[in-house]
């Protein structure tokens, strides 16, 4: 069974920073990319970061490009997202998600998500 | 930024077809996922590449995606089926991923 555990959602203070994990088990972690989705409390979803099977191309939305950065240790099966210089805007449950392929292209397309973590900026 | 434009609601009647449209600048251009999310649980992956069902998904939903539109059909509607639906889309000109606002089908 594939699944994703997310940890480290928390209260932070603006300017702050937080770091968000996410446990893989179930499918070879190394294989495929994989993102981090928000969504912020009443509205939709908005993708934040993705980085690729071998962790050697990573993107960001304007939103957080500067202040976020995403990384992974194929070793240990775990995504990681640093949070810095933290807004309000920025408050959140944010999902980790596998993606279908192992870079990310127009093919691209969010096929397990994680239950998903708190980040309140307050 | 590229933008993707859903209508904020789509209501059906039990057994009818729902249809959610999604659009975008030249979306035919690029491929579309579509994914529900039920009240409470995290969303699922309902077609990809504009009209591939994974495993485990009904055929009761389909896509479709040229010009500026990208469709979502729900033949046969039921109310296990309300939920909120979105669209994505890879935005080939920033390399990044593009959600649509989001549509809540209710089923009457």
């Known amino acids: 069974e594939v699944l994703l555990l997310e940890s480290g959602g928390d209260l932070g203070q603006p300017g702050g920073s937080l770091r968000l994990s996410c446990a893989a088990s179930?499918?070879?972690?190394?294989?495929?990319?994989m993102s981090w989705v928000r969504q912020p409390p009443g509205k939709g979803l908005e993708w934040v970061s993705g980085?690729?099977?071998?962790?050697?191309?990573?993107y960001f939305a304007d939103s957080v490009k500067g202040r976020f950065s995403v990384s992974r240790d194929n070793s240990k099966d775990t995504l990681y997202l640093q949070m810095n210089s933290l807004k309000a805007e920025d408050t959140a449950f944010y999902f980790c998600?596998?993606?279908?392929?192992?870079?990310?292209?127009?093919?691209?397309?969010?096929?397990?998500w994680g239950q998903g973590t708190l980040v309140t900026v307050s | 930024s590229y933008e993707l434009t859903q209508p904020p609601s789509v209501s059906v009647s039990p057994g009818q077809t729902a249809t959610i449209t999604c659009s975008g600048d030249?979306?035919?251009?690029?491929?579309v996922s579509w994914y529900q999310r039920r009240p409470g649980q995290s969303p699922v992956l309902v077609i990809y590449?504009?009209?591939k069902r994974p495993s485990g998904i009904s055929e009761r939903f389909s896509g479709s995606n040229s010009g500026n539109t990208a469709t979502l059909s729900i033949r046969g509607t039921q109310a296990m089926d309300e939920a909120d639906f979105y669209c994505?889309?890879?935005?080939?000109?920033?390399?990044?991923?593009?959600f649509g606002g989001g549509t809540k089908l209710t089923v009457l």
């Open positions: 980085i690729s099977g071998h962790g050697g191309n990573s």
């Open positions: 179930g499918f070879t972690f190394s294989s495929y990319a």
């Open positions: 590449e504009d009209a």
């Open positions: 030249k979306l035919g251009d690029t491929y």
């Open positions: 994505q889309a890879w935005d080939t000109s920033s390399a990044y991923v593009v």
């Open positions: 998600v596998k993606d279908r392929r192992f870079y990310y292209d127009t093919r691209s397309a969010f096929d397990m």
